[in-house]
């Protein structure tokens, strides 16, 4: 069912649906199926609509039935031809889909060397992080690593983490999700600070976003790993939850709009970052708006009201347990309805009294 909404949805989106609504009820539907045969025909090749027209009209006609007098006569059956054309354009369909399906596999495993698979061991904090692409490949980034070099030459080496999600979906979105995290890694191998390296990857990201069409929102943070303090910056992305160990919710948005908006009226836009201190038994959670706008079969929102909830009931767990039952709600949640985003979950807990390690 899921599949057939969204085959539907494929279809009809290349559909003039103002014209067939002002016919009759019998009008419409026959205007309805007509134009839905139209706009599938056209995601064909011309020698495929040809191919698919042609099986249709043999498959319809009657067969026909030719008297030749005194020498008999003569029937033909074209149904059996017709079924043969569809049964070759099946083949050549399926043929490009396991063409297109193993490239995507191909992607699929290059993105996975793009992101860490498993999280850093920093002492007093415990990190996971999960990722359930909407096709193959995923426009949503994660990551978390010590930075080599360090902002300030008498501190220690701080953790950064990012979570960004570029706008669009599939191929595009992953391609620019892999230039992302270059540009990360590489501006992160210096000792520039956060402000600096956020104001380079939005100037990155603007000549590669199509006139801001593929803007990228993201969540950056650079932690010290002894004082525990966090500076970060949100650019444009979905407020990270910081629930503090007395239960207290604050949201993190300080910062400025996604990375690849273009400059108003030739002034670039400023990415104002925040500080907040970490403290024993904290929760900081990041996500990629695919969590809070998962559906369901009725359309409706998983939302921030079930995540809060969710968390809430996670005061005693370790990241890990935390991170599979909120994926876990939302996978109850959506059941079988195909989603349209990617989502991408974080979870960090500072070390605390009450919180098991396992």
């Not at 009209?57 to 008999?72: A, N």
């Not at 999600?165 to 210096?190: E, R, W």
């Not at 650079?222 to 919710?249: K, Q, W």
């Not at 709600?329 to 070390?351: E, H, K, S």
């Amino acid at each position: 069912m899921s599949e057939a909404r969204a085959s539907y949805r494929l279809y009809s989106a290349d559909v003039n649906w103002e014209g067939i609504e002002a016919r009759n009820t019998f009008g419409k539907f026959i205007r309805s199926v007509w134009a839905l045969f139209q706009a599938m025909l056209m995601k064909l090749t011309p020698a495929r609509r040809v191919l698919l027209l042609l099986a249709i009209v043999l498959l319809m006609i009657h067969q026909p039935d030719i008297h030749l007098g005194r020498f008999g006569r003569i029937q033909f059956d074209f149904a059996p031809a017709g079924g043969l054309i569809l049964f070759v354009l099946l083949a050549l369909e399926l043929a490009d889909r396991v063409t297109m399906k193993r490239d995507l596999e191909i992607a699929r495993e290059i993105q996975e060397w793009l992101v860490p698979d498993k999280a850093p061991n920093i002492p007093g904090m415990d990190i996971a992080f999960a990722t359930r692409p909407q096709n193959t490949v995923a426009g949503d980034y994660f990551d978390a690593f010590i930075r080599p070099t360090s902002s300030v030459e008498s501190g220690p080496q701080p953790l950064l983490i990012a979570v960004a999600d570029v706008a669009g979906k599939s191929i595009p979105a992953a391609l620019l999700m892999a230039t992302f995290q270059a540009s990360l890694h590489t501006l992160s191998s210096t000792p520039a600070p956060l402000d600096e390296i956020v104001s380079s990857l939005n100037s990155y990201c603007r000549e590669h976003s199509l006139n801001g069409r593929r803007f990228t929102t993201a969540f950056l943070a650079e932690i010290n790993v002894e004082t525990r303090e966090m500076v970060y910056v949100n650019a444009g992305h979905n407020d990270p939850i910081l629930r503090r160990a007395s239960g207290r919710i604050e949201r993190l948005s300080s910062g400025g709009p996604p990375f690849g908006i273009p400059a108003i009226h030739g002034r670039d836009l400023s990415y104002i970052p925040d500080r907040v201190r970490l403290d024993a038994g904290d929760l900081l959670f990041i996500f990629t708006d695919g969590v809070v706008e998962a559906v369901n079969d009725s359309d409706e929102d998983y939302g921030e009201r079930r995540l809060l909830a969710c968390l809430e009931n996670a005061r005693f767990e370790n990241a890990d347990a935390t991170l599979q039952r909120i994926m876990n709600d939302v996978n109850t949640f959506a059941g079988y309805a195909r989603q349209y985003d990617d989502i991408t979950a974080f979870v960090l807990r500072v070390d605390g009294a009450g919180v098991s390690k396992t």
